[in-house]
């Protein structure tokens, strides 16, 4: 006589919005020993939900220690009964009660913003269309505010914002950006640049500073940051406009990329198709970066 298999409990997907300071965090991912957003975001789902240790969270786009967010956002799959329990005796939805039961736990650093249930096909990180990104400098002692320290770059050289921004167009578009990424084994280098451009803001919370607002279909290792630090040599007159496109051209990283300061690095939104093309997207993002990362070993692309 057979013996009956229970079948595995069905999983709800909900989608987290997160802001958080990354002044004190590690970085996004999960490290022993040492504080992330990620430990103790699923630390946190873990004590409100009660799971059989803490549930495992797909972030959008992983950044590195002392990167901030404002425009997170990541999925995590919970057991349906774990989710429906953790209402306890609440009658409002039990998406609010998360949320409620979750800024109730979380350090003030890190702010779960909303929780909604994914719509069919949402996934966090291969589903996400773009990924927008600021950089803040201050290279004015006048306008030097201490209260800004911790996301806003102090530069004690003035910058030629014109000159970055004309250095900055020729990298817009799809490349390999291999001298502007820190290099991981088996990791594509290819990215698709949507928008890469530097002003100087008359008004606003960013008037008066140098801003960088750089945009893609995603970012390898560091990019961001050295796309940033190429623009900074333009700026303070080291190097001509044409030198960040001519190591974009050599695609081998070299000594003269310097990767800037991370707290000054801001992640500001995620965007996502329409609900109807989530899944789509998701599955043609796994197959690009696939063909990408064969092409890369294979030496095919020049």
């Known amino acids: 006589m057979s013996e009956t298999v229970d079948a595995p409990e ?9 802001a958080y300071d990354g002044t ?19 630390a946190a ?3 409100v939900l009660r799971t059989d240790g803490p549930p495992r969270v797909t972030v959008a786009g992983r950044t590195d220690s002392g990167v901030h967010a ?8 919970i057991p349906a009964g774990f989710l429906e329990a953790s209402r306890g005796r609440s009658s409002r939805p039990v998406d609010e009660v998360l949320l409620t039961r979750l800024g109730g736990i979380l350090p003030a650093d890190l702010v779960v913003r909303a929780v909604a249930r994914a719509p069919e096909g949402f996934d966090a990180r291969f589903s996400a ?13 006048a306008r ?24 900055a167009r020729p990298l817009v578009g799809r490349h390999d950006f291999a001298s502007y990424c820190k290099p991981r084994p088996g990791a594509t280098t290819i990215r698709t640049l949507e928008a890469f451009g530097w002003s100087r803001p008359v008004d606003g919370p960013d008037a008066g500073l140098v801003v960088a607002t750089v945009q893609a279909d995603a970012f390898c290792h560091s990019m961001v940051r050295s796309l940033v630090g190429a623009s900074l040599a333009v700026g303070e007159g080291r190097r001509g406009a ?13 000594d003269g990329v310097h990767v800037v300061a991370a707290h000054g690095l801001t992640l500001e939104e995620v965007g996502y198709p329409a609900d109807a093309d989530l899944a789509a997207r998701a599955m043609l993002t796994r197959a690009r970066r696939a063909a990408e990362d064969l092409q890369e070993a294979a030496g095919c692309c020049g």
């Open 10 to 18: 069905p999983a709800v997907r909900l989608r987290l919005d997160l």
């Open 24 to 42: 004190r965090f590690a970085g996004w991912a999960v490290q022993p020993g040492l504080r992330t957003v990620q430990g103790i975001l699923e």
């Open 45 to 47: 789902l873990g004590t």
């Open 70 to 77: 404002r425009g997170q956002v990541a999925h995590v799959d």
């Open 129 to 141: 269309l773009r990924r927008r990104y600021t950089y803040r400098i201050c290279d004015d002692a």
């Open 144 to 167: 030097r505010d201490p209260l800004s320290r911790t996301h806003v770059v102090w530069h004690r050289r003035a910058l030629d914002v014109e000159a970055m921004a004309s250095a």
């Open 242 to 254: 044409g030198w960040p496109a001519e190591l974009l051209a050599a695609r081998r990283r070299g």
